[in-house]
């Protein structure tokens, strides 16, 4: 029950404010962020009591929903999904706290945008607790329409077409997706009976051919939502129209179910045709990160700078993941959860600046250093972890994939590298631009942060910081989910096999 | 030989007799009634009629499947779901017709002569409509009950005629609407020959009328094939005619946009049902050892239906001719469900049948409550930002546009999930990732029409929503609760569908 409870609790809080009038803005915006809270302690009790060695999903729970079609409500977690599901209970009150007017002024009422974030929230724990594929999937395409909404309703720009571009690369992998799961229900109802249980679906003999469709259904709805060249033109234009907020949770959780996806289902359900296409994907995933690093630099709009960026990082966490090594798989999962935090400092600071200086041009930020030096602090230890320095929290999930993917695929991990440098660029010259230098017009009598903001920029600060000395609680956690999916995917770790000790 | 007089069963029979006495008693009525008491009775007689064959159509639930009037018709489970279904379209058909401003006074004057003027403004006003509705609804009880070639051909008859007649009596528009009546009649006349025509043959064939018979000379194998060949080609024309599918579909837009959106509503539900419903016995039954002539043919037609419909309806500015062809599409979704040939293809059939039968009525019923001050506004690009003027229609509408581009958590998911793993059960894994791609080019114009409500700015020519007739309003709110329902927890449902879903000769 406690997953169920879990994931109920900011849909109650969206029932709560169904019941509001328009007008009560305040009263409005406190039961959001009340109940997003919430959910955060219950989802922190959740973690304290997971137990770190026990193996395969914990707190399961099922309940039998259409059995005409085999279909359950079954939710469980491990590490992975553990993870993510911290990850987007900690995003969203901070969203909320960071974004308090991002509301107001948008197409739709002030109640409308807390409402779907609270069912976006709801979704977002579902997804990554589902253990029944069907549910999964379920969840995997209702959450479209809240964010289709928050994009087109609140965005900036040409939000809506940004919105129905995201609409329709998304439905197109989804449905594609639907295909292949329909392959494997009727394979496993030929095999086993009708399910669609994660556990025994992974069990079903499939012969060559058909795997790698099924296979290729999953991988491209999930390297769409992830996203990874050349499959990412949806993401610069929806992250460029969204709000900061809508941004922060679309690249810093909805994309994680990409990456998530690609290890619950690709690599865990047809882990011999995911060897097959291995190559292929691990030199796509190189591509993303040169590619996207490239892009950044040339970016002169702050949001389409951090899209690009994470383009970037989704190719270094695909790239850990299919390298099936223990240290990449928990590197790409911890990458998942620091990308969120850097990414959410980020664009928060990123809106701050837009909401004060009435632009996102790079170059109108001259010298905010001098004028607001907390809110350019903050944007600089938001960077510095964007492009892994040691000792904030990127670093090691950084180099935990390219150590991980160097021991099978030493080329592509050494290109990876590569990576690494254009990120210094592609960080350091906005910082440069947009900080430093003398003060740029009109940017004189900016404010600093406020009292809210810093509350809201805080504790991502401390996690990043935090989680740069200390990865252990986080990886104690994550490591042995990613060892169970190697396991689970055939594979054994290659002997490290470094200078002479061969 | 001596005549052997018929044994009926009346009690088999019951529900349809009901609807087919009550369609008598309102022809009578009609002529014989007073004017002041005539709407009110007109309308209650067919309500109470379609309430109570729905009750004897619940009471037949449990007794085994029975051959009635002397073998030419079969009820068993599937066709009292779908005579159930039927019912229950007709009734939120007759709501809606009921609204009656959308009618012609005098279906018989000449648009825009002399008598029309006078007969609407003394509103002395025809109620014919409600005993030919009966007449189609007792058509299309039958059309899927039957079991020989001759009652099949009666009961399309019976129904097609009455809504020949009522797709021409708008009362806005008259010419467009007179119009696609003629069109439908003169094209369903032509169907109806090609009809008869592969019934003449498929008799030649087997030297029989009933599916029974004609199955068992398939198997046994003494027919001429070149007969059966053409037989089956040409009632196959006839059905895909009635569920417009392509090459076939050409009268749909036209006639859904013509008739009054009421009958629309009824049409595009109800005719959809019945005969889909003739389609599952003939082509489960009765040619059933003749698979591989037809199935082949229908793969390639319910392809071209999946994407000619979802690319035509692209680029329609109407919002009525852009459901035609929506329908369109849907129709190439149903014929994969033929393509099954089992029992989840049946089970999947009926439920998309029912769940896609009432969305359609509720999206069509809301079409017309959008108006300006001369009628309903069905162009598209007035009903620009909709969502401000009345947001709760926009959001009801969006959701049966969700439903129809199958969205998780609307009806029109789980019934295309079912459709497609029934085919892909059956190894038509073509269909299947076509239909899956048709979906994404469908899901296109459904979301642009959502974004045409919520994310433009009104005109200065946006339309409103006039104050709806409250039995317009439940017929909406039923048909969105069922389409959300039957997403979240189709299972109830499915469950008796799966129950009751055998299929007998």
């Known amino acids: 029950m406690t997953l169920s409870i879990i994931a109920a609790l900011p849909l109650l809080g969206a029932l709560l404010l169904t019941s509001l009038k328009q007008g009560q803005i305040e009263s409005i915006k406190r039961i959001a962020l009340g109940s997003s809270l919430i959910t955060l302690?219950?989802?922190?009790?959740?973690?304290?009591?997971?137990?770190?060695?026990?193996?395969?999903?914990?707190?399961?729970?099922?309940?039998?929903?259409?059995?005409?079609?085999?279909?359950?409500?079954?939710?469980?977690?491990?590490?992975?999904?553990?993870?993510?599901?911290?990850?987007?209970?900690?995003?969203?009150?901070?969203?909320?706290?960071?974004?308090?007017?991002?509301?107001?002024?948008?197409?739709?009422?002030?109640?409308?945008?807390?409402?779907?974030?609270?069912?976006?929230?709801?979704?977002?724990?579902?997804?990554f607790a589902a253990t029944d594929l069907f549910l999964f999937y379920i969840l995997f395409e209702a959450m479209l329409v809240p964010v289709y909404f928050l994009i087109g309703g609140f965005g900036t720009g040409a939000r809506q077409a940004a919105a129905v571009k995201f609409l329709l690369y998304s439905l197109f992998g989804g449905l594609l997706m639907l295909a292949s799961i329909i392959g494997l229900y009727v394979i496993s109802s030929n095999q086993i009976g009708r399910t669609f249980d994660i556990g025994a679906l992974g069990m079903l003999q499939i012969d060559n051919l058909t795997e790698n469709f099924l296979f290729l259904g999953f991988f491209i709805a999930f390297a769409i939502k992830a996203p990874l060249w050349p499959l990412h033109t949806w993401l610069p234009d929806a992250a460029k129209s969204a709000t900061p907020g809508t941004s922060i949770l679309l690249l810093g959780v909805l994309d994680k179910v990409g990456t998530?996806?690609?290890?619950?289902?690709?690599?865990?359900?047809?882990?011999?045709?995911?060897?097959?296409?291995?190559?292929?994907?691990?030199?796509?995933?190189?591509?993303?990160?040169?590619?996207?690093?490239?892009?950044?630099?040339?970016?002169?709009?702050?949001?389409?700078?951090?899209?690009?960026?994470?383009?970037?990082?989704?190719?270094?966490?695909?790239?850990?993941?299919?390298?099936?090594?223990?240290?990449?798989?928990?590197?790409?999962?911890?990458?998942?959860?620091n990308h969120g935090f850097s990414t959410a400092a980020l664009f928060m600071t990123a809106g701050w600046m837009i909401s004060r200086r009435r632009s996102s041009t790079i170059a109108d930020f001259g010298g905010l250093q001098r004028v607001t030096p907390?809110?350019?602090?903050?944007?600089?230890?938001?960077?510095?972890?964007?492009?892994?320095?040691?000792?904030?929290?990127?670093?090691?999930?950084?180099?935990?994939?390219?150590?991980?993917?160097?021991?099978?695929?030493?080329?592509?991990?050494?290109?990876?590298?590569?990576?690494?440098?254009?990120?210094?660029?592609?960080?350091?010259?906005?910082?440069?631009?947009?900080?430093?230098?003398?003060?740029?017009?009109?940017?004189?009598?900016?404010?600093?942060?406020?009292?809210?903001?810093?509350?809201?920029?805080?504790?991502?600060?401390?996690?990043?910081i935090g989680l740069g000395f200390y990865p252990k609680p986080a990886l104690d956690v994550i490591n042995p989910a990613a060892k169970a999916t190697i396991i689970k995917a055939g594979m054994a770790d290659p002997l490290p096999a470094v200078g002479g000790e061969k | 030989m001596g005549f052997t007089a018929p044994v009926l069963e009346y009690s088999a029979l019951a529900p349809m007799l009901v609807i087919f006495a009550a369609a008598v008693i309102g022809v009578i009525v009609e002529a014989f009634a007073s004017a002041k008491l005539r709407p009110s009775l007109q309308l209650a007689i067919p309500l109470g009629a379609v309430i109570l064959s729905f009750t004897q159509v619940i009471t037949l639930r449990g007794t085994s499947t029975t051959t009635a009037a002397m073998q030419s018709v079969v009820i068993d489970g599937p066709v009292l779901f779908l005579q159930g279904t039927i019912l229950i379209l007709a009734f939120l058909g007759l709501l809606l017709i009921a609204d009656f401003e959308q009618f012609a006074a005098q279906a018989s004057a000449i648009p825009g002569s002399p008598e029309e003027a006078v007969a609407t403004k003394t509103g002395k006003v025809q109620t014919e409509i409600y005993p030919l509705t009966l007449f189609a609804v007792g058509g299309m009880m039958l059309f899927p009950a039957a079991s020989d070639l001759i009652t099949l051909f009666v009961a399309l008859e019976v129904l097609s005629l009455p809504l020949y007649l009522m797709a021409g009596l708008s009362r806005r528009r008259r010419l467009l609407s007179q119009e696609a009546a003629l069109k439908y009649f003169l094209l369903g006349a032509y169907s109806s020959a090609f009809f008869l025509f592969g019934s003449a043959f498929l008799y030649g064939f087997a030297g029989k009328v009933s599916f029974q018979g004609i199955h068992n000379v398939i198997t046994s194998g003494p027919g001429n094939d070149v007969f059966l060949l053409i037989g089956l080609a040409a009632?196959?024309?006839?059905?895909?005619?009635?569920?417009?599918?392509?090459?076939?579909?050409?009268?749909?837009?036209?006639?859904?946009?013509?008739?009054?959106?009421?009958?629309?509503?009824?049409?595009?539900?109800?005719?959809?049902?019945?005969?889909?419903?003739?389609?599952?016995?003939?082509?489960?039954?009765?040619?059933?050892?003749?698979?591989?002539?037809?199935?082949?043919?229908?793969?390639?037609?319910?392809?071209?239906?999946?994407?000619?419909?979802?690319?035509?309806?692209?680029?329609?500015?109407?919002?009525?001719?852009?459901?035609?062809?929506?329908?369109?599409?849907?129709?190439?979704?149903?014929?994969?469900?033929?393509?099954?040939?089992?029992?989840?293809?049946?089970?999947?059939?009926?439920?998309?049948?029912?769940?896609?039968?009432?969305?359609?009525?509720?999206?069509?019923?809301?079409?017309?409550?959008?108006?300006?001050?001369?009628?309903?506004?069905?162009?598209?690009?007035?009903?620009?930002?909709?969502?401000?003027?009345?947001?709760?229609?926009?959001?009801?509408?969006?959701?049966?546009?969700?439903?129809?581009?199958?969205?998780?958590?609307?009806?029109?998911?789980?019934?295309?999930?079912?459709?497609?793993?029934?085919?892909?059960?059956?190894?038509?894994?073509?269909?299947?990732?076509?239909?899956?791609?048709?979906?994404?080019?469908?899901?296109?114009?459904?979301?642009?029409?959502?974004?045409?409500?919520?994310?433009?700015?009104?005109?200065?020519?946006?339309?409103?929503?006039?104050?709806?007739?409250?039995?317009?309003?439940?017929?909406?709110?039923?048909?969105?609760?069922?389409?959300?329902?039957?997403?979240?927890?189709?299972?109830?449902?499915?469950?008796?569908?799966?129950?009751?879903?055998?299929?007998?000769?």
Request: charged share 10%.
């Open chain 1, 41 to 127: 302690a219950a989802t922190v009790l959740l973690a304290l009591n997971f137990e770190i060695d026990r193996p395969g999903f914990q707190f399961v729970e099922s309940y039998s929903w259409i059995p005409a079609l085999g279909i359950n409500f079954r939710l469980g977690i491990d590490g992975i999904s553990l993870i993510l599901i911290l990850l987007s209970t900690i995003l969203v009150p901070v969203v909320l706290v960071a974004g308090w007017y991002e509301s107001e002024g948008g197409r739709f009422s002030v109640k409308t945008f807390y409402v779907l974030v609270l069912v976006l929230e709801t979704m977002m724990i579902g997804v």
């Open chain 1, 260 to 337: 998530f996806g690609m290890i619950r289902y690709c690599v865990e359900l047809f882990p011999d045709v995911a060897k097959t296409f291995t190559p292929l994907i691990i030199t796509l995933s190189v591509i993303s990160i040169i590619y996207g690093a490239i892009l950044a630099i040339g970016q002169r709009d702050i949001k389409g700078l951090i899209a690009f960026t994470s383009i970037s990082h989704f190719g270094f966490i695909t790239m850990g993941i299919f390298a099936m090594t223990t240290q990449g798989n928990s590197g790409a999962t911890l990458y998942m959860l």
């Open chain 1, 374 to 464: 907390i809110l350019a602090w903050s944007f600089f230890i938001a960077g510095m972890s964007s492009l892994a320095l040691p000792g904030l929290s990127s670093f090691v999930s950084e180099f935990l994939v390219l150590v991980g993917t160097y021991t099978r695929y030493p080329v592509a991990a050494t290109i990876g590298t590569v990576g690494i440098i254009l990120a210094a660029l592609y960080i350091l010259i906005p910082v440069q631009r947009a900080l430093h230098g003398p003060v740029a017009d009109g940017n004189a009598g900016l404010p600093d942060l406020n009292r809210r903001e810093l509350i809201a920029i805080a504790p991502i600060i401390t996690l990043i």
């Open chain 2, 235 to 505: 009632i196959s024309v006839g059905l895909l005619f009635k569920v417009g599918a392509f090459p076939f579909h050409a009268w749909t837009p036209d006639v859904y946009q013509g008739a009054p959106t009421a009958v629309t509503a009824f049409m595009a539900g109800a005719t959809k049902v019945a005969a889909f419903g003739a389609a599952l016995r003939i082509y489960y039954t009765a040619v059933s050892g003749a698979v591989w002539s037809w199935r082949p043919l229908l793969i390639v037609i319910a392809i071209i239906t999946m994407i000619a419909g979802s690319l035509i309806a692209i680029s329609q500015r109407d919002v009525k001719r852009m459901l035609a062809y929506s329908s369109i599409a849907h129709t190439g979704f149903l014929i994969t469900g033929i393509l099954a040939l089992n029992q989840s293809g049946i089970t999947a059939t009926l439920f998309y049948l029912a769940t896609y039968g009432l969305t359609t009525m509720g999206a069509f019923a809301l079409v017309s409550l959008v108006r300006d001050a001369p009628g309903e506004v069905t162009d598209l690009n007035r009903w620009v930002g909709l969502a401000r003027r009345s947001p709760q229609l926009a959001i009801i509408f969006s959701l049966f546009l969700l439903s129809f581009a199958g969205i998780p958590l609307t009806a029109g998911f789980i019934g295309k999930f079912s459709i497609f793993s029934a085919a892909y059960e059956n190894g038509a894994i073509s269909v299947v990732v076509v239909g899956v791609l048709a979906s994404v080019i469908a899901a296109f114009f459904y979301i642009r029409v959502i974004v045409m409500m919520f994310f433009a700015e009104p005109g200065s020519d946006s339309v409103s929503v006039i104050i709806p007739s409250r039995f317009t309003m439940s017929v909406i709110w039923v048909a969105a609760i069922v389409t959300l329902l039957m997403g979240v927890f189709p299972g109830p449902l499915l469950d008796l569908i799966g129950s009751i879903s055998t299929l007998v000769r």
